[in-house]
């Protein structure tokens, strides 16, 4: 294996693929380079001097400019490079079709089709609290439903869908709480819902029920509803209401779905140098791969894109497409400006530490989960998907928020990527996609796919066997690591004032 990579001819920097002790003669397109440093895996080396206020390239395109004469082989990072970024921007339509042509592929997954004609991968049991006050008493009806069903029943996994809202809450904060509740209690993935109320709440039950009409017809059979203060014995009646959703439920079963019914986020997080060079691009396979065959995937982090939102607009289906793009990146970025904060404030400290330098830097390797397919509709946090394709989805770049909004947004599964590792997953399915193998072994029940073995496996090869390990994650023939330790969660986006 080369100790590093070119991730294009143009670039003026080297990634290294492990850590590259100093002293160490490399081979450059330019001749041989003996660094005066360590470079630690992830991290960047000048492949030729770089004067001050020069473009550092990666990824054939600007990253940031040196804030100070780099020789060739000296470490490039924090210390001598600074973004580029700096306010709005403005956007001119230039399309750029660089679609990969993907064949038809005959397979089909083992899904749950449902009365309002979406498609599950999984028949879970959601148990939703319109308030956070009511959670403790939530974790109790849980516990006893799953001592009387120790392999959860009827159902795949019993989830509870914790969090501290719902009450004294005003304005849009208040509406996006309730709409990604009732969001969660469309999600195809359920095969059974309860949703609980405590009674006093800003987050009334009519309100709840209200909008759930709105979006879809209530099943009685698989939707219930719960008021706490309104009955006498609250544990008793929650666990008979569980059991009626459990009889509903014992007799559903997988039947064939054609790949095109799919729907898949695309997340990253805890990302370090090489999450660009090996598991985002591994994503961005899959992503052209579903798309070709009909179905849909979802690209969220807007802060994330910024530094590489043209790529995405150039990809647009039509003008009025990238008229959404443009909206979509420029709100957020008054968004942050409203509150006074730094549009350009990331990466991450421990994006940092894994070898990214700058947002742009970290933004063209984000992006790359999104392959190469057009960009065929905009999404509003809290929005479900209604046109097949990639599709970009507003949301904040936190792992838990934006996660979650893939999931509101009808994502069966959820594809994370990771260079430093997290055990964090949302409420639907979460694939741990690893960019590098030491983080892989280390964190095998974090971790469910080793994309660090792109280093030493075509990406044709590997791409291959991701795809079918997909499959059988939706056909329920494999289960995620986030579903065999029970980890799950929902995190929604709070931008407003708490009473």
């Known amino acids: 294996m080369n100790n590093f990579i070119i991730l294009d001819p143009a670039d003026k920097v080297g990634v290294a693929l492990q850590d590259i002790p100093a002293g160490t003669t490399v081979t450059t397109p330019a001749g041989k380079l003996t660094l005066p440093a360590e470079i630690k895996r992830g991290h960047k080396f000048a492949l030729q001097a770089i004067a001050q206020g ?83 008493l939530l974790d109790i009806v849980v516990e006893q439903f799953k001592a009387l069903h120790p392999d959860n029943g009827s159902f795949d996994n019993v989830i509870l869908l914790k969090h501290p809202y719902g009450c004294s809450q005003l304005g849009d904060d208040f509406e996006q709480t309730r709409k990604v509740l009732v969001d969660a209690a469309l999600q195809p993935n359920a095969g059974g819902v309860l949703i609980y109320g405590l009674g006093c709440e800003n987050n009334q039950m009519d309100g709840m029920q209200a909008e759930i009409e709105k979006v879809g017809a209530i099943d009685p059979d698989r939707m219930k509803f719960m008021v706490a203060q309104e009955v006498d014995d609250d544990l008793g009646t929650a666990l008979d209401l569980l059991e009626e959703l459990n009889d509903a ?29 090996t598991a985002n691009p591994l994503l961005g396979r899959l992503s052209d791969f579903v798309t070709a065959q009909g179905g849909t995937t979802v ?37 942050f400006e409203s509150f006074h904060q730094p549009i350009y404030e990331n990466p991450s400290p421990g994006n940092k530490a894994g070898g990214i330098t700058t947002l742009e830097d970290k933004s063209l390797g984000c992006t790359q989960k999104s392959g190469t397919s057009q960009v065929t509709d905009v ?7 209604k046109t097949h394709g990639l599709n970009l989805l507003q949301s904040p770049g936190n792992d838990l928020v934006s996660s979650s909004a893939e999931a509101s947004a009808d994502c069966q599964m959820v594809l994370f990527t990771t260079g430093r590792g997290t055990p964090f997953a ?48 939706a056909s329920g023939r494999e289960k995620t690591n986030n579903e065999q330790y029970g980890i799950h969660g929902i995190a929604i986006f709070k931008t407003g004032v708490t009473e």
């Open 54 to 136: 020069e473009d550092i390239i990666k990824y054939g395109f600007p990253i940031g400019h040196a804030t100070a004469p780099i020789a060739a082989g000296e470490w490039v990072h924090t210390h001598n490079v600074k973004t580029n970024l700096n306010g709005e921007l403005e956007y001119t339509y230039q399309p750029h079709d660089v679609t990969r042509a993907v064949p038809k592929d005959g397979r089909t997954f083992m899904g749950y089709k449902r009365k309002n004609g979406k498609v599950g991968i999984r028949n879970d049991l959601y148990i939703i609290p319109t308030v956070g006050c009511i959670n403790p």
């Open 249 to 277: 439920a014992a007799n559903d079963v997988r039947t064939p779905q054609p790949l095109s019914e799919l729907k898949i986020g695309l997340k990253c997080g805890g990302s370090d140098g090489l999450s660009g060079v």
């Open 299 to 335: 690209l969220s982090e807007v802060p994330e894109m910024f530094g590489a939102e043209t790529i995405l607009m150039s990809r647009a289906k039509d003008e009025p497409t990238f008229h959404k793009i443009v909206d979509l990146i420029n709100n957020f970025k008054q968004y």
């Open 379 to 385: 999404l509003q946090y809290g929005e479900k998907i």
């Open 426 to 473: 949302t409420y639907v399915p979460t694939v741990k996609v690893a960019s590098n193998s030491y983080i892989a072994n280390k964190k095998p029940r974090w971790i469910d796919f080793d994309a660090g073995r792109l280093l030493e496996t075509d990406m044709d090869t590997l791409a291959d066997e991701f795809i079918q390990y997909i499959i059988d994650v």
